[in-house]
């Protein structure tokens, strides 16, 4: 498979938020917010594998910044790491004030896609290389990153395994 840039997987979302998008603070929704990064994610992954993708991860999501109604959000995201069948994707959320311009990056994520067969298994992806400084920076920290993610799906396995199907007080033994 070839190798491809960064830049070629570029996805950009710009939607406005309007009042059935916020709560009682006027603010957006942090899972309306949620679901716009996993799916302008999706997207990237998608171009870069240009197979079918799941979402495998999401690491933390940081609100940095309210979204107020009547602002703007735009989301760009792009893949900034790879391995085998699964693909790093980082998003970044800019809020604007449409009326003054002010606009704020409100939050980042990284999150984990891999991409499957027909048959809904993994399947290889083609590795992504960085150009500007800001994919080289990103790029070079892929692998630990991946580490992490490894570390803590491994500790959510063994509290799925703990805590079973049942709540803890109606379990016995």
């Known amino acids: ?19 059935p998008d916020t709560n009682t603070h006027g603010t957006l929704f ?12 999706a997207i990237a992954a998608v171009r870069h594998a240009r197979q079918p993708v799941v ?3 999401t690491d933390s999501v940081d ?11 735009c989301l760009e995201a792009f893949v900034t ?9 980082f998003v970044k ?6 009326l003054t311009g002010n606009r704020k990056v409100c939050t980042t994520a990284f999150l984990t896609f891999v991409a499957i067969d027909e048959d809904g298994r993994p399947t290889p992806v083609p590795q992504v290389y960085p150009v500007s ?3 080289k920076k990103l790029h070079e ?3 630990v990153r991946a580490a992490h993610r490894k570390e803590r799906r491994k500790h959510s396995k063994e509290l799925a395994e703990d805590f079973g199907t049942s709540f803890p007080w109606n379990r016995e033994g």
């Not at 942090?30 to 994610?41: P, T």
């Not at 309210?66 to 703007?72: A, F």
């Open 133 to 135: 400084e800001h994919e």
């Open 141 to 143: 920290n892929g692998a």
């Open 55 to 57: 979402t495998a991860s």
């Open 1 to 19: 498979m070839e190798k491809k840039p960064c830049s070629d997987s570029l996805t950009i979302k710009t939607s406005h938020v309007l009042p």
């Open 30 to 41: 942090g899972g309306r917010l949620m679901a716009h990064i996993d799916d302008v994610a």
């Open 81 to 89: 790491w790879t391995h085998n069948t699964s693909m790093e994707v």
């Open 93 to 98: 959320a800019v809020t604007e004030d449409l």
């Open 63 to 73: 609100f940095l910044q309210p979204v107020k109604e009547g602002h703007s959000i």
